[in-house]
C-alpha cells in the first residue's frame, strides 16, 4: 500500500516480484499461494524534498503480529534501491527541473533530515506481512496511518486486523485497533449496539483487495468499499460499503451504519477510490465473473447518495483492474 503525507509516501507490505517465478503466476496473483519471503512485512518512507528512501525498522522483536526485524534503522541515500525494484532509482537530490524555490525546500529538508535519518525508529505492535491490504492517512490528534485487511502468504482468506501508524518526526509507533463498546443508553441498548456491532464485524469488517480513504471532514471516520471476503450475503467478491469512526489515540474503532441510495457500484476487487471534496469516487476493477471493468461512480459523503457517471462511449480511458 502507498500513503501520501506531505512530502512524505509511506510504502507498506506487497508482493516481492523480484523472488516470483513467472511459473508461480498461472492465474490471479491474489490467488496464489506464496512462500513467506516473498511477501513483504516491511515500511519504507521516501521523502519527494530530498528524493531518498528511507528503510525503517524495529529495533526488536515486538508483540502479535510483529515479525522480527534488524537492529537498527537504515538511510537509502538518493541513488538506492527502491523497495522492491533493484534497477529502479530515485533521481539525485538537485536533479531534474526545480525552481529556486523547490531547490531551497530541498536543500533545507535535506540539511534538517540526513544526519537524523539513522534515528527515525519504529515501535509497537507491527502487522506482520501481507498484500492485497489498504491504507489511507488520517489526521485526527496528529497524523495517522490507518492500514487494513490484505492476505498473508499462504493463506488467500482476508486478514482481519486493523493496526494505525502514528507519524512522528523521529519516531513510527503501530498500534493494533480492537473493537470499540458501546457505552451510551440503556443496558439493553448497549447489548443491541454490540450485537450489531458483532454482526456487522463478521459480515463487513474482513476482507482484501478493496480500498479504503479518509471522509472529509470528519477526523477520524474512513470508508471502504468492494473487496473478496471470505463469507458474506453477497459472496467472495462484495459491494459492501463501510464507514468506521477511528480513536486513534485510545486505539479503537466503530462500524457506522450503511445509510447510503442511489446507483451503487457493482461488487469489485482491484479498482480504485479517491476523495475529491465532499465525493468518493469509485473506478474500475474486475467484477465477480472476472470482468474488467470501466465505470465510475461517485458518492456524496454528506448526503449519503450514489451517482454513476456516464462515460462516453469513446472514451480513451478504456477497461482496467488495479488502476492507479
Request: with cysteine; hydrophobic share 35%.
Amino acid at each position: 500500500s502507498v500513503t501520501l503525507c506531505g512530502e512524505l509516501v509511506f510504502v507498506f507490505g506487497g508482493v516481492r516480484l523480484d523472488t516470483v517465478l513467472p511459473k508461480e503466476l498461472k492465474g490471479p496473483i491474489g490467488e496464489g499461494s506464496f512462500a513467506s519471503n516473498q511477501i513483504s512485512g516491511d515500511l519504507y518512507v521516501f521523502n519527494s524534498l530530498t528524493g531518498r528512501w528511507r528503510s525503517v525498522h524495529q529495533e526488536k522483536k515486538g508483540q502479535g503480529e510483529a515479525e522480527e526485524v534488524s537492529a537498527a534503522s537504515k538511510a537509502v541515500g538518493s541513488r538506492a534501491a527502491t523497495p522492491r525494484a533493484s534497477e529502479l532509482t530515485t533521481p539525485r537530490r538537485g536533479a531534474g527541473l526545480r525552481t529556486p524555490n523547490q531547490a531551497a525546500l530541498a536543500e533545507a529538508a535535506s540539511q534538517e533530515t540526513c544526519e537524523d535519518e539513522s534515528q527515525y525508529v519504529m515501535e509497537g505492535e507491527a502487522p506482520r506481512a501481507r498484500f492485497e491490504h489498504a491504507s489511507t492517512l488520517l489526521e485526527t490528534t496528529g497524523k495517522w496511518m490507518v492500514l487494513h485487511g490484505g492476505r498473508s502468504a499462504k493463506h488467500a482468506y482476508p486478514i482481519e486486523s486493523c493496526f494505525v501508524l502514528e507519524i512522528k518526526a523521529k519516531v513510527l509507533n503501530w498500534k493494533r485497533l480492537h473493537p470499540g463498546r458501546v457505552a451510551t443508553g440503556p443496558q439493553a441498548s448497549q447489548e443491541h449496539g454490540q450485537l450489531l456491532q458483532s454482526q456487522a464485524r463478521k459480515k463487513q469488517f474482513t476482507r482484501r483487495a478493496h480500498t479504503m480513504c479518509a471522509v472529509p471532514d470528519h477526523p477520524g471516520r474512513v470508508v471502504m468499499f468492494g473487496g473478496r471476503m471470505d463469507s458474506g450475503e453477497e459472496g467472495r467478491i462484495c459491494a459492501e460499503l463501510m464507514m468506521l469512526d477511528i480513536n486513534p489515540v485510545s486505539g479503537n474503532y466503530m462500524i457506522l451504519p450503511n445509510t447510503a441510495i442511489g446507483s451503487a457500484p457493482a461488487a469489485r476487487i482491484y479498482h480504485t477510490a479517491g476523495v475529491v471534496g465532499s465525493f468518493l469516487i469509485i473506478f474500475g476493477g474486475v467484477g465477480r465473473k472476472g470482468e474488467i471493468l470501466n465505470d465510475l461512480y461517485l458518492l456524496h459523503v454528506g448526503a449519503m447518495i450514489w451517482s454513476k457517471i456516464h462515460m462516453p462511449t469513446d472514451s480513451e480511458a478504456g477497461c482496467r483492474d488495479w488502476p492507479s
